[in-house]
């Protein structure tokens, strides 16, 4: 048990590397990149501890290289799942006693790791198995997940430290108890970040984790693992199995002992889980906690007096970075006729400018989409928008899957505001416009308000304060993560939380206190210094 009140480091956001021509990061990560470009490994499950392994394997490729094998990954049958539940109920008992200095020691360290030795690992199995360039990696998995740690630990602190008031006659106490049970967490392959953030937050609280990672985040996956294990989380805190997705949940829905859901994904996955959670509610010991961060179709709304060139660039950043495949991404953009021509120059002109390939080459801007599904997806709604009337490709529209899975950085123009592709979520480097006339503005932003079901992440931009302020209350819902006068994507942990509402999740807020007053139940103990002994009170005379 603790002996003291201790005041942890002051988290401070890690510094973005520039990988720069020259620079010493760049040849580092370059030289990680090839080096693990040509080694092949095995992918086990980490139960208690062990690395598990069961011949039962999937494969782990590029998607900008999509015929070179990286490897194999391993994945579980029914009773290992079961294991990973039972060997984490187990490490429960000693882990949510764990003083949470400890905790916090642990995860700083884990931190620390990934600031120093593991920084170049980290992002170039991300460059591979995710097909980031090397800045997306760096602001993903280096940056990002050390900011998630540092900063979770100090929210933790601040959350233990909030009390009730006392009186001399009683003290009063707050305990901050981890979830009885254990958690579930489903990662998605777009943020390495996100993959380790999801179960370190509820671990960091006392709570134990069975994880499933995305199948095609396997290979940076296990970098978090080999970070969490040198940084000294126990066996079976948290417990990363993988395979059939349908199989596991099942399973792990079936226990009695499941206590809370921590999903990022898509939209339709996590109404089938709340759905299924909703069927087995009297299964429960307790009533699990459901958190989500799912679907997004996010907007970029400029007024007339906005600046054409700051707008365009909005454009091009938030929609083509990591070829859109952020829940966050610019996805349907509202220009007003008067500026139009400016925005579509400087945009063709980005376009232009912009290489495409594999991301061990630092000169490309755009790399592949994930997988042969998302690229099928996306090239038959450019084929789509090709045939449709009221829509015309002007930037883009090419693809080509025969060695890796890329998409042209795409823009459709749209008579129709309510479009297929102004309304559908994508994920992919497909943005869509649609020109409104400069006289309607307020009924553009109702459009924007009710065009869709998510509401995760938006952007107005105008140099007129009245015009912001109507934006800023017309869209009220419309966006968890609204942004004045810059592109809706690239939140930061401990500047602005991230998360949305309606189809796009439960708006916990990642990077926040928010999120991890979701893992834990509270205890109040009130301990009386003088008990009565008369049952008495005065009023009775």
Not at 135 to 140: G, L, N, R
Not at 147 to 166: C, G, K, W
Not at 222 to 241: C, L, S, T, Y
């Amino acid at each position: 048990m603790g002996k003291g009140f201790y005041e942890v480091p002051v988290a401070v956001n890690e510094p973005v590397m520039g990988y720069a021509p020259g620079s010493a990061e760049r040849e580092e990560v370059l030289a990680t990149y090839k080096k693990m470009y040509h080694s092949r490994i095995d992918v086990p499950m980490f139960i208690n501890g062990k690395e598990v392994e069961t011949g039962d394997t999937g494969n782990m490729a590029p998607p900008h290289d999509h015929q070179h094998s990286l490897g194999v990954y391993h994945k579980a049958d029914q009773s290992l799942v079961q294991e990973a539940i039972d060997t984490a109920l187990e490490a429960r008992k000693k882990w949510s006693k764990m003083p949470w200095e400890q905790r916090a020691g642990i995860f700083l360290r884990a931190a620390e790791l990934i600031a120093g030795p593991y920084r170049a690992k980290i992002n170039a199995a991300t460059m591979l198995a995710q097909s980031k360039t090397v800045h997306q990696a760096e602001i993903d998995a280096a940056c990002e997940l050390i900011d998630f740690l540092r900063f979770n630990v100090q929210f933790m602190t601040e959350i233990y430290a909030e009390q009730p008031e006392s009186t001399s006659g009683a003290w009063n106490r707050l305990e901050y108890r981890p979830l009885e049970g254990f958690i579930y967490a489903i990662t998605p392959f777009n943020f390495t970040a996100i993959s380790g953030n999801l179960p370190a937050s509820a671990a960091l609280m006392g709570n134990v984790v069975v994880w499933k990672p995305s199948d095609s985040q396997v290979y940076s996956a296990k970098v978090i693992m080999d970070v969490f294990r040198e940084a000294g989380v126990p066996a079976g805190v948290i417990n990363m199995v993988m395979g059939d997705p349908v199989m596991i949940t099942e399973t792990v829905l079936a226990s009695p002992d499941f206590s809370g859901l921590h999903f990022t994904g898509s939209t339709n996955v996590f109404k089938d889980l709340w759905k299924k959670i909703g069927t087995q509610i009297h299964t429960y010991k307790t009533y699990p906690r459901i958190v989500g961060e799912t679907g997004g179709k996010d907007f970029i709304v400029a007024h007339p007096t906005s600046n054409p060139k700051q707008v365009a660039t909005a454009i091009t950043r938030g929609a083509f970075e990591f070829q859109g495949q952020k829940c966050s991404a610019a996805s349907r953009c509202y220009i007003p006729a008067s500026m139009w021509n400016e925005v579509e120059g400087y945009l063709k002109a980005d376009l232009a400018s912009i290489s495409m390939g594999s991301p061990e080459d630092l000169n490309n801007f755009v790399t592949a989409v994930i997988h042969e599904g998302s690229f099928d997806k996306l090239a038959s709604f450019i084929d789509q928008a090709k045939s449709d009337s009221d829509a015309q490709i002007i930037a883009g529209g090419n693809y080509d899957k025969s060695k890796g899975y890329f998409i042209e950085p795409t823009v459709i123009k749209t008579d129709n505001p309510k479009y297929t592709t102004m309304c559908t979520e994508l994920f992919g480097p497909v943005v869509t416009i649609y020109v409104y006339p400069d006289n309607q503005w307020s009924e553009t932003l109702q459009l924007v308000d009710e065009t869709g079901e998510y509401a995760l992440t938006g952007a107005v931009f105008s140099e007129d304060r009245y015009a912001l302020e109507e934006a800023v209350q017309a869209l009220e819902n419309a966006a968890g993560n609204f942004y004045i006068n810059d592109k809706p994507t690239g939140a930061v942990v401990g500047q602005q939380p991230f998360g949305g509402a309606r189809g796009s999740g439960t708006n916990d807020k990642a990077g926040s206190k928010l999120n991890l007053y979701r893992w834990i139940s509270p205890r109040m103990v009130k301990e009386t210094f003088v008990t009565p002994t008369d049952y008495r009170y005065p009023f009775l005379g």
